[in-house]
């Protein structure tokens, strides 16, 4: 009873001991106000999204407001909702968004195209669950179809009516207007920002990067490093979780790091290593900036006296808007030529040279079912698929002549498969049902 009882007074004492001493054992843990915790849950949101949402719900409010008072106003054609907006339940939000979206308009005034309306839709539901926190699933949930069935009506009303949604999209450049660029002197090693332009052309290509922030957190002798394997020179790039755009968090966070390897290939002035090495061979000694990319000179006198790069990085937009600048002189009406096609350009041309979706991911750090869209047909894809059509399904002559030397250049400029010395060809034959492929190795 007495050893109970002194257990006890022992444990209020050491209770006390680490209350008044609070440098016993509350060094291990965070303290986090409320306000701090509800921010780090803010920042989880990226901030596409949540721009995309108070788009949407702008508009939801504004379509709201106007339809309110013209029920206040005598307008029989609507019922009102008098209750608070966090007390609306499903029928609420049924029965409201039914009539918002088939009634919703740009400020003009004009409908608005399928996707739009389906991206208005989504960022609704978005809100309902991430900011009003609702246990409501408008695509799914029975309580919510007249709201779904207004949202699939529309879009076909819309797409009827001759609304396409714009193309914003990018483009992959293909190999005649690469050439192009190094015929009129656009892609060259000559100058500090030409030699720039270049590196960040064949790095995008041969390493399928996204967009500024990825190149921008580049650091020098980080990610892209020289190594020598098999006594091969090999350009060698690590992808970075940190600098990466669409950052680790639960949906990503098992997507493995890809880890690509650029080799020589016959066109040395082409080709990504030997670029790398002239563009680093002209940094700065004593450079005390980390980022790869360094503002170029503009004066030829700094030129002329082999200073071609600054100590200071190059801003994030400039890295951005390289492919635009790159083209823009070069290009037609239909195209639309950014950093991204160069990711573009890899997934297409890899595909094109036969690789399966799989080794193609593994260079684009694409999940293997992401990568359809980065997959664009050529005029001789399309030539390829004539032809096996028109032959009853026998796979022309055409390819067959083509393939292998279109994979044996593709195996050159990328690595990760050259790493395996097996040449592989593949040929798809396209039947009347199905499409079989073949691979010779
Ligand atoms: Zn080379």
Not at 12 to 17: A, P
Not at 251 to 265: G, Q, Y
Not at 406 to 423: F, G, L
Request: charged share 25%; glycine share 6%; proline share 3%.
């Amino acid at each position: 009873m007495k050893d109970d009882l002194d257990l006890v007074l022992r444990y209020f004492e050491s209770k006390e001991s680490a209350a008044t001493n609070p440098a016993a054992g509350s060094d291990r843990f965070a303290t986090l106000s409320t306000d701090e915790i509800q921010g780090k849950l803010d920042a989880a949101i990226p901030p596409n999204t949540r721009r995309k949402e108070l788009w949407a719900v702008r508009i939801f409010d504004q379509w709201f407001e106007q339809r309110h008072n013209r029920i206040l106003h005598g307008d029989t054609t609507g019922l009102l909702v008098l209750k608070e907006r966090h007390e609306w339940n499903a029928c609420d939000w049924n029965y409201l968004l039914k009539m918002f979206i088939l009634e919703v308009r740009k400020v003009d005034g004009t409908k608005y195209n399928a996707t739009t309306l389906r991206d208005i839709f989504s960022m609704m539901q978005h809100y309902l669950q991430y900011t009003l926190k609702k246990e409501l699933n408008l695509w799914k949930d029975a309580a919510c179809r007249d709201a779904r069935m207004a949202l699939d009506a529309a879009m076909k009303e819309a797409t009827r009516e001759g609304l396409v949604p714009g193309t914003n999209a990018s483009s992959p450049i293909p190999a005649t207007l690469e050439e192009e660029l190094w015929q009129k002197g656009r892609l060259a090693t000559t100058s500090p920002k030409l030699l720039l332009f270049t590196l960040v052309f064949y790095l995008g290509k041969q390493f399928a990067l996204r967009g500024g922030t990825e190149l921008h957190g580049l650091r020098y002798s980080c990610e892209i490093q020289l190594q020598h394997e098999d006594g091969q020179e090999l350009l060698v790039y690590c992808e970075n979780r940190a600098t990466k755009t669409n950052n680790a968090g639960i949906k990503r966070r098992f997507v493995p790091l890809k880890t690509v390897k650029a080799s020589h290939t016959a066109d040395h002035d082409r080709c990504l290593p030997c670029i790398y090495k002239l563009y680093v061979d002209k940094r700065p000694e004593n450079c005390t900036v980390q980022n790869l990319f360094l503002a170029w000179m503009r004066s030829d006198a700094s030129i002329q006296q082999g200073r071609w790069y600054q100590n200071a990085p190059v801003g994030r937009h400039s890295l951005d808007g390289i492919v635009r600048e790159l083209t823009a002189p070069l290009t037609g009406v239909t195209q639309r030529y950014t950093n991204q096609s160069l990711r573009k350009t890899c997934a297409s041309t890899l595909h094109r040279a036969g690789f399966a979706r799989e080794d193609i991911a593994r260079v684009t750090g694409h999940s293997s079912t992401a990568i359809e869209r980065y997959i664009q047909f050529d005029v001789q894809d399309h030539v390829k698929v004539s032809h096996a059509l028109q032959s009853g399904g026998q796979s022309s002559s055409l390819s067959i002549d083509t393939e292998p030397e279109r994979s044996v250049e593709a195996m050159e400029q990328s690595n990760v498969v050259t790493a395996n010395p097996a040449k592989k060809m593949r040929l798809n034959i396209n039947g009347n049902t199905n499409t079989v492929e073949i691979v010779f190795e």
